[in-house]
């Protein structure tokens, strides 16, 4: 009926424009007295009113596109699968037995938590400038103090380029939360069958040079106990969701070889605070400020798990890997890779969206970050204010970088409450790509870990 109607209306319009044409055309000519030619017949009275009606369709066309609803805006990696129906390997976990770090806010997850929660954001940086010669906006770790660290004689064989600048904040927020870690990896190791070791995954960021990780390595195995047998392994951090991969290749896995007694240790740290990032992120228009308040704050921060298989206080999901696609007009549909994601992580782990505690995420201020996270819980959700759900770690540590992603895991396990459903944790930092998981009490599979394989660097300490 509507499409029989749509006929006769069409050609109502159409006809009605073609008079509306001719009444102005020809009372234009008779008022000036002109007398038209074949050529003024053709292009007044037939060629302008079919070019109206032309234009008026092409604009109700594009109108109509726009309102049309938007295609996913992106693909989960890999096949698609039905959530509904999680497979083995989607159910696997790993056991989180301890975790420490080190940011802006705090050298503990609860402190990052007070600081979210109070709505604390970075301030005007002491020492660095911007090209214009004004403070910048750091998230900086104010107790942190890099020549103490310099002039300690277990750092004396570090390379030149990590005895200063970022580098060597770094490291010395590393040096500074292992110590807790370690102590509770010896605790644990303690009722282990023999043999058992402490294999401890160490993810670096790519800009570190390759030919400096042996060195890096060895450093590292000078902190360790003389009781504690341990295997180092170092990998490059390329980009953001990189250290919720490498934790989701541990899970993975740990699930495929039943009876390994070892403990796993995957720490990162990086920092962005000193004059090589900033000049770097200004020349590419990625420093926040008054003239870019799209920008990224500089940050920095050290985070490390320590994690085993079997029965433990908190359980980690694997992860769920995505690419979110350029955002369709007026933003519509940004958040569907991230509900996807979301979606079958929760569906793994048995809990429906509305149990879910809180998500944790790397982002910050930058709008196109706040909307996905909103978009993708509002069709996730339906009693529940989205906004109360989102805690986004970058507005009080500002961009970490190789730490970012892993810092979410330490603050959801903070955050996480038993007899409570899950918490999520996302990387939306990088453009495109975009990793979940899931931290909490709730129970899955119980997988007996193993290490994993194809590390860039290994090394082992020789104080076992």
């Known amino acids: 009926m509507a499409m029989r109607m749509r006929v006769p209306l069409g050609l109502g319009a159409g006809l009605l424009t073609l008079l509306l044409v001719w009444a ?4 234009w000519w008779q008022a000036n007295d002109v007398q038209p030619g074949a050529r ?15 234009g008026y369709g092409l604009l109700r066309g594009f109108i109509g596109h726009l309102q049309a609803p938007s295609a996913p805006a992106a693909q989960a990696l890999g096949p698609a699968r039905d959530p509904g129906v999680p497979s083995r390997e989607d159910r696997l976990s790993l056991s989180l037995l301890g975790a420490a770090l080190a940011s802006a806010p705090g050298r503990s997850a609860d402190a990052v938590l007070d600081a979210l929660a109070a709505g604390h954001r970075p ?5 660095l400038r911007d090209e214009a010669g004004f403070p910048i906006y750091t998230a900086r770790v104010a107790d942190l103090d890099p020549a103490a660290f310099t002039a300690q004689s277990a750092n004396a064989g570090l390379p030149p380029a990590f005895r200063e600048g970022e580098a060597r904040r770094a490291l010395a927020l590393l040096a500074g939360i292992l110590p807790e870690l370690l102590d509770q990896a010896g605790e644990h190791l303690g009722p282990r069958p023999e043999g058992a070791r402490l294999r401890l995954h160490w993810l670096v960021p790519a800009r570190w040079a390759t030919a400096h990780h042996p060195d890096l390595a060895r450093w590292l195995a000078g902190l360790l106990p003389a009781r504690l ?6 990998h490059p951090v390329v980009a953001e969701a990189d250290g919720l991969q490498a934790l989701d290749r541990l899970v993975l896995a740990a699930g495929d070889a039943a009876g390994n007694p070892d403990l796993l240790l995957l720490c990162a740290a990086d920092s962005h605070v000193g004059e090589t990032s900033v000049a770097d992120w200004q020349a590419r228009g990625r420093l926040f400020g008054p003239a ?10 050290a985070v490390a798990l320590l994690l085993a298989s079997g029965p433990g206080p908190l359980r980690i999901s694997r992860t769920s890997l995505g690419e979110a696609a350029a955002p369709p007009p007026a933003g519509r549909g940004v958040g569907a890779t991230v509900a996807g994601l979301l979606g079958q992580r929760l569906a793994a782990w048995g809990a429906p969206a509305e149990d879910m505690q809180a998500l ?25 204010d989205p906004a109360e759900l989102c805690l986004r770690l970058g507005t009080a540590c500002g961009t970490p970088g190789a730490a970012g992603d892993l810092l979410t895991v330490a603050v959801a396990a903070a955050r996480a409450r038993p007899g409570s459903g899950p918490v999520a944790c996302l990387s939306n930092q990088h453009p495109h790509r975009r990793a979940v998981l899931l931290v909490g009490h709730t129970p899955t599979t119980s997988p007996q870990p193993d290490a994993p394989q194809g590390s860039s660097v290994t090394a082992q300490s020789s104080k076992s």
């Open 40 to 54: 003024d017949l053709a292009l007044y009275l037939l060629l302008l009113p079919l070019a109206l009606l032309g």
């Open 24 to 27: 102005l055309v020809l009372g």
């Open 292 to 301: 870019r308040p799209a920008g990224q704050v500089p940050g920095e921060g």
């Open 229 to 234: 047998p341990t295997v180092i392994e170092l």
């Open 360 to 384: 944790v995420a790397d982002g910050d201020h930058r709008q196109p970050g706040v909307a996905e996270l909103m978009q993708a819980l509002g069709s996730l959700l339906d009693d529940r």
């Open 123 to 127: 301030g005007l940086d002491p020492v």
